[in-house]
């Protein structure tokens, strides 16, 4: 398993709940954080295979950003 971490644009609870049913549904997502007290506010993402860019693509459909971390 490999984990993908992300400078997003989830600031807050109210954020977090709205990505929640789109990265929870996701199939090839295992699990997932946001440290929203972080200053870049870091998204983990844990998977098998999910791509960055379909982590990005997944939150741009619904108005957040998330730029991967190298």
Not at 20 to 43: G, Q, Y
């Amino acid at each position: 398993m490999k984990t993908l971490k992300f400078k997003s644009t989830i600031n807050c609870g109210n954020c977090v709940s709205k990505v929640k049913p789109i990265l929870d549904n996701h199939d090839k997502i295992n699990s997932w954080e946001v440290d929203t007290d972080h200053e870049d506010k870091i998204l983990t993402v844990k998977s098998d295979s999910i791509s960055e860019k379909e982590v990005s693509d997944a939150l741009i459909e619904i108005g957040f950003k998330a730029e991967p971390i190298q």
